[in-house]
């Protein structure tokens, strides 16, 4: 059982930048396709940024596209959420989640595990 466990949430006030970070503990990290996704409130979740095992490739969602970077360390079995430019609209939890799959996807059901979220609250 892999357990993931975000940190790095906090207020922040628009036009500034925040780093997630997810620890991943048991399991084979580097064989993991990660994700990160968020749920606003009133919203539904949905797919924000994921990378590959190797970290070759990313994937954004439009939204945060030019914002947000996603990376690992698989040295550290840890995985990165870089934001910038932060918008009021980009409040919501964050997710960080593992597929247990080489190829990437972005569909939120394909996610094998799921950390606890982290609060990410940007003021105007």
């Known amino acids: 059982q892999v357990q993931l466990i975000e940190s790095g949430g906090e207020l922040v006030q628009a036009g500034g930048s925040l780093r997630l970070s997810c620890a991943a503990s048991?399991?084979?990290?580097?064989?993991?396709?990660m994700g990160w996704f968020r749920q606003a409130p009133g919203k539904e979740r949905e797919f924000v940024a994921g990378?590959?095992?190797?970290?070759?490739?990313?994937y954004y969602a439009d939204s945060v596209k030019g914002r947000f970077t996603i990376s690992r360390d698989n040295g550290k079995n840890t995985v990165y959420l870089q934001m910038n430019s932060l918008k009021p609209e980009d409040t919501a939890v964050y997710y960080c989640?593992?597929?247990?799959?080489?190829?990437?996807?972005?569909?939120?059901?394909?996610?094998?595990?799921w950390g606890q979220g982290t609060q990410v609250t940007v003021s105007s």
């Open positions: 990378v590959t095992w190797s970290g070759s490739s990313t």
């Open positions: 048991r399991g084979t990290f580097s064989r993991y396709v």
């Open positions: 989640a593992a597929r247990v799959e080489y190829r990437f996807t972005s569909a939120e059901t394909a996610y094998d595990y």
